[in-house]
């Protein structure tokens, strides 16, 4: 299993610009999510989603946009970049079920710079 | 909405030497997890330890044990013997055990282990 991979490692945008963050697992996981991380703070969760077809907002949503047509894919677009939106990315995801549920497992992380 | 709290920005400690972690947090719910993720400087998200809220033993794994503090909403992270593989941020989070189970994280402890 290649677990929970992201794709681009890094990226600069210009002010303006949009983008898709690809995240996929490869785990059959129910519930993937997607965190920012800005230095001196942890991980704060924009969007996550609990099913194919479901998505909701988490605690910093504004900007991005999700969509989860697939179990194993859960893309997130940043519609217009912005200085603000400089940060590490993380997706994440997990099984709602069975004797690990608990687990969150993280993807390596999108280091974006927003200029 | 729930909150942690981690007092500690940084920590610096010697090589076989035991340091523990402070974190705190603020709920209404009854049945949650509580983690500590370690971040090495890749980057990478790493599951140290988990407790569950209902269980009043304290989680240990190897090294790495916690003091969870149900009453006073206290759950410290306590590293044996540390290594120079400990350096990393120590995140503390939380996690409800019903609905969507959003992870919650502190600000995070940068700690760094001298040889």
């Known amino acids: 299993n290649a677990g929970v991979t992201q794709t681009p490692k890094f990226q600069v945008l210009k002010t303006g610009q949009s983008m898709t963050l690809q995240c996929a697992q490869d785990m059959n996981h129910e519930y993937m999510s997607w965190y920012r991380q800005d230095p001196g703070m942890g991980l704060r969760l924009i969007h996550y989603?609990?099913?194919?077809?479901?998505?909701d907002q988490g605690e910093v949503p504004n900007g991005y946009n999700v969509s989860r047509s697939t179990t194993e894919d859960f893309p997130l677009r940043l519609l217009s970049a912005a200085p603000s939106q400089t940060s590490v990315y993380f997706c994440a995801s997990r099984t709602p079920s069975g004797g690990k549920s608990y687990e969150q497992y993280f993807g390596p992380g999108t280091r974006l710079t927003v200029t | 909405a729930q909150t942690v709290t981690q007092s500690q920005p940084e920590m610096s400690v010697q090589e076989a030497e035991t340091v523990t972690l402070s974190c705190t947090y603020d709920t209404s719910e009854n049945n949650y997890y509580l983690f500590w993720y370690k971040q090495p400087p890749s980057g990478q998200m790493i599951l140290v330890i988990r407790?569950?809220?209902?269980?009043?033993q304290n989680a240990t794994e190897n090294r790495f044990s916690v003091n969870f503090q149900k009453a006073a909403k206290s759950f410290s992270l306590k590293i044996s013997d540390s290594q120079l593989g400990d350096t990393a941020m120590y995140f503390c989070?939380?996690?409800?055990?019903?609905?969507?189970?959003?992870?919650?994280f502190g600000q995070g402890t940068r700690l760094t282990i001298n040889p």
């Open positions: 989603s609990v099913g194919a077809g479901i998505t």
């Open positions: 407790q569950e809220a209902y269980k009043q």
């Open positions: 989070a939380f996690m409800k055990k019903q609905g969507a189970q959003k992870l919650v």
